[in-house]
């Protein structure tokens, strides 16, 4: 099973300032890399895929990069409805595994 | 636009079958770009893929290693919903259930998730 950790665990940021996430998988994935947000009781919803596609209505302050074991994702000007936890998911190897999840919360 | 909608018992006492049910507009449960899964997710272990079901000519199921002994994963096409069991549940089994529609790997669409607890 291929393992994702994420870090940092929890991340504070002020509002307005940039947002580095980071995603490491335990072998290769290739650019098979989601990208979800999950606000408090809510469902995951769908951020990135293909490690850097935005999903529809996503706005363009989110952005993924990486391939094979590293990726980021970077939010450039944080919003207030941005503070929420973010979880990486590898779709490239059977099963599919997600991070533990990285929170974004207010400095 | 897919949308999911869950029922099912939020008690469920210990060595019972925890049941759900999830049902789909927008799409069709025979659809041969999605599957159709079950997710929980829990303190403990975080985001947890439970199983799936689908249809490519014909009904097919996948299962975590980790509950594959206890887990059914049913499609119903004349209600177009799917549904999950989890027999002999404990109270590690305590978490919010998500039925999720999964395009290619990537988990498009989410139901609203339900709190299932389990205690006598």
């Known amino acids: 099973e291929t393992g994702m950790t994420q870090s940092p665990a929890t991340l504070s940021v002020s509002p307005g300032e940039r947002a580095t996430l980071s995603c490491r998988a335990s072998?290769?994935?290739?650019?098979?890399l989601a990208w979800y947000q999950q606000k408090p009781g809510q469902a995951p919803r769908l951020l990135i895929y293909?490690?850097?596609t935005r999903a529809t209505g996503i706005p363009a302050r989110f952005s993924g990069s990486g391939s094979g074991t590293e990726f980021t994702l970077t939010i450039s000007s944080l919003q207030s409805e941005d503070f929420a936890i973010y979880y990486c998911?590898?779709?490239?190897?059977?099963?599919?595994?997600f991070g533990q999840g990285t929170k974004v919360e207010v400095k | 636009q897919v949308q999911l909608q869950q029922s099912g018992p939020r008690l469920v006492k210990p060595t019972q079958t925890l049941s759900l049910t999830c049902a789909i507009s927008?799409?069709?449960?025979?659809?041969?770009?999605?599957?159709w899964n079950w997710i929980r997710q829990s303190p403990s272990r975080g985001l947890e893929w439970l199983g799936r079901?689908?249809?490519?000519?014909?009904?097919?199921?996948d299962y975590a290693v980790s509950v594959k002994s206890r887990i059914t994963i049913n499609p119903d096409t004349s209600e177009n919903q799917f549904s999950l069991q989890l027999s002999s549940v404990t109270p590690e089994d305590t978490a919010v259930y998500y039925c999720?529609?999964?395009?290619?790997?990537?988990?498009?669409?989410w139901g609203p998730g339900t709190l299932v607890t389990v205690s006598s």
């Open positions: 999720v529609g999964v395009r290619g790997g990537v988990f498009d669409y």
């Open positions: 927008g799409d069709s449960v025979s659809s041969n770009s999605l599957t």
């Open positions: 079901t689908y249809y490519r000519s014909k009904w097919d199921n």
């Open positions: 072998q290769s994935v290739s650019t098979n």
């Open positions: 293909g490690a850097s």
């Open positions: 998911q590898q779709y490239n190897n059977w099963p599919w595994t």
